[in-house]
Each structure stands twice: as C-alpha cells, then as structure tokens.
C-alpha cells in the first residue's frame, strides 16, 4: 500500500465476498419496490371488483415480498458486513506488517495522534467504501434502472418522467453535497487527529502542565480543537440534510409528473390499479436510491483516509533504516569473535540525508564494557540505534565476523539487545510487562530476574507481579522504569546489551547505585559484553574502557 489507490484496493473485499451482499441487496430493494406496486394495484382492484379470484395472485404477492424483504435485508447485511469487516481485519494486519519496518526510528518523529488517529479512525473509515460507498451505488443505481424499465412498460410516459426525476435528483443532490460538505468533509480526520492529538499530550503530561500552570492552556487547546470537529461534522451532517431534502421532494415531484401523464390514458375503472403503481412506485425507488447522494459523501472521506494512510507509508523503505529481511525464527547469531564496526555512517530518516555517525570504528569484545560518552546530540543514541539495526550502518558492520547486513534484524535482536533511555512499559501489571521479552518465563523466574535488577523488595512491597505499573509507566520511577527495562533485556538474554541514557530521568545522587546495580546484574550468570552509553560520570571501576563520540567520530577519551 503506498498509494490511495493501492489502499482502496486493499479495502474493497474480493467479488466472492463482496457479490452475495450485493446480491442479497438488490433482492430487498426489488421486494420493496415489488411489494408497494402490488399493494397499490390490490387496494384499486378491490374497489372495482367483487370477486378476490383476481385478486389471489395480488395477496399472496403482499405477503411474499412483505416477508422477503425482511428475510433479503438481514442476509444483506449478514453478508455484506461479513465481507467488509474480514477485509477490514486483513487490511489492518498489512498496515501493522507494513509499519513494522518503520518501527520504532521511521515513525518516531510523527505526530502521534497523527499515527493513532490513522491507525484507528481512518483504517476504521475504510469499512465504508464496500458497505457506503459501492453497495448502495450498485444496489441503488440497478434497482432505479430495473424501476424505470417495469414503469415503462407499463406506461412509458410515467417511466420518462421517473427516469428524468431520477437523474435530476443524482446531480442536485450530489452537486449540493460537493459544493456544501466536502471541504469539510475532507477536513474531518485531519481536525479528529488534532484533537487526538491534543488530548495525548494533555493526558500524558498532565502532572507535568499542572507543575509548570500550563494545564488551562492545554485544557484550552482541547476544548477548540473539538469544537472544531464539531462545526466540521455540523456543516457535513447539514449538507447530507439538505441533499435528503431534494431527494424527498423530487420524489414527491415524480409521483405528481407519472400522475399526470398517466391519467389522461385511464380509460375504464379496471386500469386505474396501474396508476397507483406508477403514483407509488417512485416513492419506494427514491427511497432505495437516497443511498446514492449519500455514497458520494461517504467516498470524499474515505478517499481521504486512504490517502492518510498512504502518506504513513512511504513508497520506500527510507535509506536510513535497516531494511527488513526475511526472518528465520530458529537462526540464532552469537557475539563469538565480538562486534565490530568500521567507517561506519549513519542518520535519522528526518528527509536531511544528514549522517550523524561519520567513519565510526568500534570493537566490542565477549564480557567487555564499553562507556560511551559525548555531548547531547554527538550521536550517541544513533550509534545505539545501529547497534541493534534499527537504523543502517553504512560500512563494515560484523558480528562474530558475519555480515550483519546479510541477517534480519530480528536475528541480530536476539543477540543484540537495548535498554532504552525512556523504556516503554505497557498498562498493564508486572508480569505481563516482563513476559513481553520471554512468554514462557515462570513466575520464579519473574522473581528472580527483578531480584536481579535490585527490585525485590519493590515487588514485595507493591504486593507481587500483579501490580500494575500505570499508563507509559506512571506508577513506577524513571529508576525502577530503568530497572524492568533491564529485567526484560536480562530475560531476553542476550549476548551483547546496550543501555542508553539509563540514568536519564534518575536523581543524581542515586545514579551510581542505579549504574552498579544495572551493570551488576548483567554478569551474574556469564559474561555479556555492555555497551554503557551516558553522559553522566560512571565510576572507572565499573567499565573497561572509555570511548567519546565527538563530530561523529569515536575516539579515546
């Protein structure tokens, strides 16, 4: 999916699935149809005969189409929502499998109510183009053709003057719709993503905006982008009024015009039935065909979410992040002979083409450990960012003297892993914040690994794994946050661990605890090469050696 039309084709579920809702669709609308003419003839008839012998075949056709139309309209909707939503489940699947390789350093500098809203209300919008969009259009546009067709041969004058309203009615109702809504109608995500967007910040910085005043200016922020939404969905939901309006008085319009033209060819009471068919036939047409004015507003917005969700997906993987390889779950990658890079470059996707990392060499040995340090902005995430191949090294990258450019990502993961410098911790309890890392891991071994971190008396106290740590981890500290990241790298077990920024976000006084206790905890077992990435002071007792990024470069310090 990487242009509009790739997404709606994506969205639009295949003629199999797609057919039998149509199908079962256009049966009701021709059994209403059906069902008011026979009505109609019936009531007439009965006034002028004294016999139901004619009559019969007229009742039972009531009752049939009376009863069919309520049995085709619930098979239509069974189907048709079948259909739409199964593509809708397999349209979000490729969008997720599309997204990955983005993840985390191709989508980081997005908006995130931007991402949320098109991952949520647009890819949601997309169920409308079979089920709003080109259901109704079919279903309506035969069921109007079929209408005129029975009407004209019946008197074809009354099915001209149907024909004619009928048209008249598609390009009023749908011009009015065009020329009322549909600026605001394409304005609608957008403004839905910036209020989604107003109140993640709001809600995720709210102790932050109460600690410097700044929650009423936020709190106001909110509050106008939802009236904004509101008066576009106002204006939207005025112009679908009005269009329903012309409709109803074209249809009024062509039940008068085929009266009209009809009554003049009345000549004996017994053919007067058909000029309650042909007054009431146009009624229950223009009510079938309503759907269509309706469509063509139902399609500005999702054409508009599908391109949404094209502008997410770039047509290419941008060139500075590791490309997605296909994985072999069981391939597995050791340190071995250790890792080693070479006039190594790389940048951020940010569309600059600017390489942070210019010519970085570095060796990482079996049970090394590795501080590196530098100014804000040296690079010092991104030479953590490629460690792990989130981002592209361009130049000699190997690990135990393989190619890493050659493996997946998710291979070299296994083997490489990282403790962020803000970890992401999921609302949810304790326990399930760790097995995320390892599914199979037993509750002993939960334990032990917090032991590990320093966090059993933590655990203890906040009464076992099954307490939650809040929403991105607001229950928790920036220390204890460092701590589960590490719990969860540890159980990852892997052979090399980059930790970034740990301390970040930890009172100073208590960042050499946090240092010992982290690095500590990584050597219990076996040897595991660190690479300490920081720009805080670490004691020299706990590294190797130490390394500092200046211009790109990595030299001694």
């Not at 079938?288 to 997906?313: D, N, Q, Y």
């Not at 500075?320 to 072999?328: H, N, Q, T, Y």
């Not at 661990?497 to 077992?525: F, K």
Request: hydrophobic fraction near 50%; proline fraction near 5%; include cysteine.
């Amino acid at each position: 999916m990487t242009t509009t039309r790739d997404v709606l084709r994506v969205a639009q579920p295949p003629l199999r699935r797609f057919l039998p809702g149509v199908l079962w669709g256009l049966a009701s609308a021709a059994a209403a149809v059906a069902l008011l003419a026979c009505s109609g003839w019936l009531i007439v008839s009965a006034s002028v005969t004294d016999t139901l012998v004619t009559l019969n075949v007229a009742i039972v056709g009531v009752r049939f189409f009376a009863v069919s139309r309520a049995v085709f309209r619930y098979l239509e909707r069974l189907t048709g929502h079948d259909g739409a939503l199964r593509q809708l489940a397999a349209t979000r699947s490729d969008l997720m499998r599309r997204l990955v390789p983005l993840a985390p350093d191709g989508i980081s500098r997005t908006d995130r109510g931007s991402v949320l809203s098109t991952l949520v209300d647009d890819v949601e919008e997309l169920q409308n183009l079979p089920l709003r969009v080109v259901q109704p259009v079919v279903i309506g546009s035969l069921t109007a053709i079929g209408s005129v067709v029975a009407i004209s041969i019946i008197r074809p004058a009354a099915g001209l003057t149907l024909a004619l309203c009928l048209i008249a009615a598609a390009v009023a109702a749908v011009g009015w719709g065009w020329l009322a809504g549909s600026r605001a109608e394409r304005q609608i995500a957008p403004a839905r993503a910036r209020l989604t967007s107003a109140l993640t910040d709001y809600i995720g910085s709210f102790d932050v905006l109460v600690a410097f005043g700044a929650e009423e200016r936020a709190r106001a922020e909110v509050l106008a982008a939802d009236r904004s939404l509101r008066r576009l969905v106002t204006r939207t939901t005025s112009a679908q009024g009005a269009s329903s309006a012309v409709l109803s008085a074209l249809a009024g319009i062509a039940s008068l015009a085929a009266v009209a033209v009809t009554a003049p060819t009345i000549t004996d009471p017994a053919s007067g039935a058909w000029l309650a068919v042909v007054a009431l036939v146009p009624m229950v047409v223009f009510e079938t065909f309503a759907t269509v004015p309706l469509a063509a507003s139902s399609w500005r917005r999702v054409h508009s979410a599908a391109g949404r969700i094209a502008s997410l997906l770039p047509a290419e993987l941008p060139a500075e992040l590791a490309p997605d390889l296909p994985e072999d779950p069981e391939a597995r990658v050791t340190i071995g002979a250790g890792v080693r890079l070479r006039d190594v470059r790389a940048g951020w996707p940010d569309g600059t083409g600017r390489d942070v990392l210019r010519g970085v060499d570095l060796d990482v040995a079996p049970g090394e450990r590795v501080l590196v340090t530098g100014p804000s902005g040296a690079g010092k995430s991104t030479l953590a960012h490629v460690l792990v191949r989130f981002l592209e090294a361009r130049g000699d990258f190997t690990l135990n003297g393989q190619d890493v450019h050659h493996i997946a990502g998710a291979t070299i993961r296994r083997t490489i892993g990282m403790s962020e410098q803000q970890p992401h911790l999921f609302d949810e309890d304790i326990r399930q914040n760790l097995l995320f890392a390892r599914p199979d891991a037993t509750d002993a071994e939960l334990e032990a690994v917090l032991k590990r971190v320093g966090l059993d008396e933590w655990l203890r106290q906040r009464g076992g794994l099954d307490a939650r740590v809040g929403e991105r981890g607001a229950l928790v500290s920036g220390g204890q946050a460092q701590r589960l990241a590490l719990a969860r790298a540890l159980l990852h077990d892997v052979d090399v661990l980059v930790l970034d920024e740990p301390t970040a976000g930890v009172d100073p006084a208590m960042s050499d605890a946090l240092l010992r206790d982290l690095l500590g905890a990584t050597n219990v077992e076996r040897e595991r090469a660190v690479v300490l990435i920081s720009h805080v002071t670490v004691p020299d007792e706990l590294i190797d050696r130490t390394l500092r990024l200046e211009d790109g470069r990595l030299i001694p310090a």
